[in-house]
């Protein structure tokens, strides 16, 4: 069956239903149940057909989506190995963009290292916390296109966990583009389709899943993206683990009965892939606890691209193409 909308990455119209939320209502928590996951047959980015409206993603997030204040230890260690790597790459401190900044951790963790900050998020909620926790960080509230940025203002720009929340990801990368100088670096977190547990678990995939997910690219899509944008990838590495800690705090019944974030009848047996989901949960804490294993499960990650993330640091403005061969 055909999608006629129109592919968000690659902007051509030749895209096939690869899921329907109507037979797989576990998926797509929080969009009707006429929502499918279509994919592009030109460049396989997966996305939602149709896109959801502002109103039913302002439900999502307000209601469905769970915001964290808190951090780890791990998500702090994590987060300054990713303010490292781009003082690494450009030499010096500068000015740096978190968008989608959420409560503030890696802008904290900037500033404290002499960065200046400038954070974006669509939440008034998490920018107060933010505010509180970076009281020197220029922050906005909404979206990227609507900020006062000047061109070539940042020397670097971070967006963690967040393309795949996008409606129209060519726009955010062209206005990262704009904003940022010559050689500076554009680092963002992101899903990947055509990874192993993408492929493995099909429907059963996790990130379909997640509430707000909307797209889910393939290594083919991002390297379109970076490339019409501006930019060339210096550093990419499979990251994530094969099944989300959490996802399940998602799969309950948030609402009325006939609303259709329920995800399935008590009467119906859930799947073998979910049932194995408590054993992966406590592995992945057994080894989150020692940091001996979690760099040994890293590498083995790294190297054997199980994960189902990409990590990537991109450079603004160079005459070389994206080259992600190395996911």
Known sequence: MNCTQVCPCCGLSDCRVLYRKKDNPQILIGLPDTTDVAECNNCKTA?????????????????????SSDFSGADARGHRKYI?????????????????????????????G??????????????????????????????????PYENGFFDAVVALNLLEHLVTPVRLLSEVSRV?????????????????????????????????????????????????????????????VPYIPGVKRYMDHRSTKNDSTETRGSSEKPDRAETSMPFVKKLLKAILRSSSLKTFASFINSTFKLGDTVTVYAERNSDHSADMNKM
Not at 52 to 65: A, G, M, T
Not at 86 to 100: A, C, F, P, R, V
């Open 84 to 112: 490292d790597q781009i003082e690494t790459m450009l030499g010096s401190k500068g000015k740096l963009l978190d968008i989608g900044c959420a409560s503030g951790l890696l802008l904290s963790l900037a500033d404290e």
């Open 180 to 240: 940022l100088k010559p050689g500076g670096i554009f680092l963002f977190k992101t899903v990947i389709i055509d990874s192993i547990p993408g492929k493995k678990r099909k429907v059963n995939w996790d990130h379909l899943k997640w509430p707000g997910h909307l797209i889910w690219y393939s290594k083919e899509s991002l390297v379109t993206l970076l490339n019409q944008s501006g930019f060339r990838a210096r550093k990419t590495r499979v990251t994530g």
């Open 47 to 67: 996305f939602t057909c149709p896109m959801p409206s502002k109103d039913q993603l302002d439900r999502i997030y307000s209601d469905v989506f769970f915001y």
């Open 114 to 147: 002499g960065w200046e900050t400038y954070g974006i998020d669509i939440s008034e909620k998490l920018l107060e916390a933010a505010g509180s926790r970076v009281p020197r960080a220029s922050l906005f509230n909404g979206q990227i296109e609507d900020a």
